[in-house]
Antibody
């Protein structure tokens, strides 16, 4: 059974930093691109970032480019999202998801940016 | 950036009836289009990928069609558990983009 478990969310002040993690199990982690998708309270889905299976190719939404960094550790089956210079509009539930068509999703970790 | 537009925003349908949801892309995405279902308090769930291929475990009453810029998700006979929000997403181009969602509610 595929499982994706996000962690690392919390309350942070504007301008602050946070690192999200997503522990994966139940599939060959290095064989899949991995994605971060967020959802602001009461809003729709917003694609954030993606990384290829080998960890070389990375992609970002314009809204986070230069502030967020996606990475992965295939030896630990873990995906990361390092977030810098956080803004109020980054407040959302952050999901990790597997594969280009987002085959499986975690339950999300909540990031709140507020003073 | 490819803009995905879903219609209608809200669809009211009675149980047992058919529901038809639309998704339009601002430029061709070939058949690289997926549909997701999201219920309150839950993560989204993949229903359809490749515009028309069922994801694992998805009932046959869900079907997807279309290619290029026009796509449709049809639910042939609505069950109580189908009332939810539905999103489309293109994965043909970067950045990946989602539609704004269609809320399917009980009439």
């Amino acid at each position: 059974e595929v499982q994706l478990l996000e962690s690392g969310g919390g309350l942070v002040q504007p301008g602050g930093s946070l690192r999200l993690s997503c522990e994966a199990s139940g599939f060959t982690f290095s064989s899949y691109g991995m994605y971060w998708v967020r959802q602001a309270p009461g809003k729709g889905l917003d694609w954030v970032s993606a990384i290829g299976g080998g960890g070389i190719d990375t992609y970002y939404a314009d809204s986070v480019k230069g502030r967020f960094t996606i990475s992965r550790d295939n030896s630990r089956n873990t995906l990361y999202l390092q977030m810098y210079n956080l803004k109020a509009e980054d407040t959302a539930l952050y999901y990790c998801a597997r594969g280009g068509s987002l085959l499986d999703w975690g339950q999300g970790t909540l990031v709140t940016v507020s003073s | 950036e490819i803009v995905m537009t879903q219609s209608p925003a809200t669809l009211s349908v009675s149980p047992g009836e058919r529901a038809t949801l639309s998704c339009r892309a601002s430029q061709s995405v070939s058949n690289n289009l997926a549909w997701y279902q999201q219920k309150p308090g839950q993560a989204p769930r993949l229903l359809i990928y490749g515009a028309s291929t069922w994801a694992t475990g998805i009932p046959a009453r869900f079907s997807g069609s279309g290619s290029g810029t026009e796509f449709t998700l049809t639910i042939s006979s609505l069950q109580s558990e189908d009332f939810a929000v539905y999103f489309c997403q293109q994965y043909n181009n970067w950045p990946r983009t989602f539609g704004q969602g269609t809320k399917l509610e009980i009439k």
